[in-house]
């Protein structure tokens, strides 16, 4: 396969969090046993904690890209120490990085934080994937205040057709301005049954006219 992208959920440790098992298990039935890249989009354990349990699982990944936040939570320390283990190289990744995958020209750049300046040091990655002629926002970590910097700075770039909804859906997230720009046909909300998405972002959603798809109501989600 030339292109797997894969967000793994929250996990903290393998025994107590078992989604980076499952992602294995699930990249497995699609034929997948590496990644070119697998994005730490932030410090968060639902950003980082399935990793132990992926590699653990028998997925191989070339290279991470991570992002500038410092964190030294128990968390992020399992993930280091066992990409360390795995001698899986770290880069830290910023706005206008490129990542090439496969034969087919298949491109994931980072639309945000920039490299330098306060938002370097608290935003969490922002990417987008271009496959042919179809492109896909992946803004699941952000929040709505780096939201508005992303608006604010990614221009034509958020111009899209998948939109993975950031916040989990939250409320304070996908503005009306986030969407005029990205005009997505999909919207892909990475949730749990405990914490669905919000009433305002779904109804923001059906007003642009996006198809909605749910995690925390159709289960994994591919693309």
């Not at 992208?5 to 039935?29: D, E, H, I, K, N």
């Not at 057709?161 to 986030?178: F, H, K, N, R, Y």
Request: contains cysteine; charged residues 15%; hydrophobic residues 40%.
């Amino acid at each position: 396969r030339d292109v797997a992208p894969v967000a793994a959920g929250p996990v903290s440790t393998r025994a107590a969090w078992p989604s980076g098992a499952l992602v294995a298990q699930t990249l497995r039935q699609q034929g997948i046993r590496s990644l070119d890249l697998l994005v730490l989009a932030s410090p968060t354990d639902g950003s980082s904690g399935g990793v132990s349990g992926l590699l653990d699982n028998g997925i191989v990944v070339g290279k991470v890209w991570d992002n500038a936040v410092i964190n030294t939570g128990t968390t992020r320390q399992a993930t280091l120490a066992t990409l360390n283990k795995y001698q899986v190289p770290i880069e830290t990744a910023h706005q206008g990085e490129k990542f090439l995958l496969g034969a087919r020209g298949v491109r994931l750049a980072v639309l945000w934080p920039p490299e330098h300046g306060g938002r370097a040091q608290s935003d969490a990655l922002v990417c987008r994937l271009d496959y042919g002629e179809t492109g896909i926002v992946l803004a699941g970590p952000a929040d709505g205040v780096e939201e508005e910097y992303l608006v604010a700075n990614a221009g034509a770039a958020l111009s899209c057709d998948v939109l993975q909804i950031a916040a989990g859906g939250a409320d304070d997230a996908t503005s009306p301005e986030l969407l005029r720009r990205s005009a997505p046909s999909v919207a892909v909300i990475s949730g749990t049954a405990s914490s669905p998405p919000g009433a305002g972002t779904l109804h923001r959603l059906q007003a642009a006219g996006a198809g909605i798809w749910r995690t925390d109501t159709q289960g994994a989600i591919t693309v």
